[in-house]
Every structure is written in C-alpha cells, then in structure tokens.
C-alpha cells in the first residue's frame, strides 16, 4: 500500500475544481489509504481558491496552496511538488481532462520504474493546440534525442526520491519536458502509459498564448545549452597533480 501526494495545478478553473478533486479524492480512496490532494492555486482571478478552501474544511486531505499572483505553470508544479510530503506523487491538471482512476492502472508499473509517465492517445485538443504540440515534441527530440512519447502529459506518477534528485529550474511551460529530461539523464527509470484525454469543457487553456510560447522556447534553449556547458565541463582532464612527499 502507497502513500500518494495528488498535486493539481489550477489558474482560474472555478467552474470545474470542485469536480476534478472529488474525482481525484475518489480515484485515490479506491487504491490507498494514505492520501494527500494539495491543489495549488496559481494566482487565480475567480473564486478558485475559495472553492478549494471550502473543499479542505470539509476534507482535511485536501490542502490549498496559493500564490498571491499568476507565477505559471511550472511554477505552480514546483510549489505543488516541495509541499508534497507522501511516497508518490501524482500530477494532473484541475481543467478535469483527464480520468484520475487511471491511476489504478499506472500503480502497478512503479515497483519497475522511478516514473509512470501518461501519454494523451487521441489528444482532444483543438487542432492548432495539437499542431504546436507536434512542434514542440519534435523540438524537444532534436534537442535532446527521446524523451516521451507526450512530454506535457499531465498525468504522471513517481517517487518523490526522482525530486530529490533532479532539480528543475523553469517556471514555465518547460517544467515537464525539464523534469523529464533531467530524470533520464539522471538514469532514472521510465514506463509510459496511455492515458484517457477529454475535451476542455469550460475555461480556457494559456499554452497557447505568445508570451508562453516565446517563454518556452527561451527556457528550452537555455535547458540545452547549460546541459551542453555541464557535459563539456565533465569531459575535461583533470591538471596535473603534484603529490608532495613528508
């Protein structure tokens, strides 16, 4: 029996927060009895936090982290993982398009890997959405060779050893495809999985805002080119070493 850490990420989803937790708060009942749900409301400008606040009076497994503005989504999947305090983590969205008893089925993949990873197979996004989604994979490989299949899946499952040991730096629209790379290189262990995708059915994305694209690209490129200054520097030789005698 796993503790789980459910970590939700939520900016302006007043309208379907409340679903998603009792479907999430469900889903974890069904495969455990140590269970956390912290939702961590990103500076939203609705009522999502108060309805999150309201969740966690009436079930004290569910916890409300807030920042007092928008920071972005990796940010918000950062201040979600360090308050995670259980033995897995589990990540999805609060935008509900996801099946969170799906997780009954990643759990048995954990005791071979360090990460169960979702894959959306068919994604219902709209269709320029899928378009930049193709381009951003695409990206990500000729950067950085195979990473996933669906690298901003946001349905993954893994120990909360993988965030002691891999250290992410983008707040943005990188976080997931930083995590992930930074976790193979770190050899950890990778299964992935399909994983069940709704359409949105109320408020609206932001990946797919300019200022998110432009930011994205910016900290992807900086990912490669720290990773490429990190491996030159372990290739180089080591200076002479002159031992003294006494």
Not at 113 to 136: C, K, Q, T
Request: glycine share 6%; net charge positive; hydrophobic share 45%.
């Amino acid at each position: 029996m796993f503790s789980i850490s459910a970590v939700l990420p939520a900016y302006n989803e007043e309208k379907v927060i409340a679903d998603t937790v009792a479907a999430v708060v469900a889903a974890l009942t069904d495969v455990t009895d140590d269970y956390e749900v912290v939702v961590v409301n990103d500076g939203s400008r609705d009522r999502t936090r108060q309805v999150v606040e309201e969740l966690s009076a009436a079930n004290p497994r569910v916890r409300c982290v807030s920042h007092p503005v928008n920071r972005g989504y990796g940010a918000a999947l950062g201040t979600g993982f360090a308050s995670a305090t259980k033995e897995l983590v589990f990540m999805t969205d609060g935008d509900k398009q996801f099946d969170p008893w799906e997780i009954a089925l990643f759990l048995p993949h954990i005791d071979r890997a360090d990460l169960v990873i979702g894959y959306r197979s068919p994604r219902r996004d709209p269709f320029m959405r899928l378009v930049n989604a193709w381009g951003w994979n695409l990206l990500v490989r000729l950067l950085f060779g195979y990473v996933a299949r669906d690298v901003d899946c946001a349905f993954k499952l893994f120990r909360r050893s993988v965030l002691e040991d891999v250290r992410v730096e983008s707040t943005g629209a990188t976080f997931s495809s930083e995590f992930l790379i930074k976790a193979r290189r770190r050899g950890h262990r990778i299964v992935e999985m399909r994983a069940t995708h709704y359409p949105r059915t109320v408020g609206s994305a932001t990946g797919a805002k300019l200022s998110v694209i432009v930011r994205a690209f910016r900290d992807l490129l900086k990912l490669r080119l720290s990773l490429s200054k990190s491996m030159n520097a372990a290739k180089e030789p080591l200076g002479d070493v002159t031992q003294g005698s006494g």
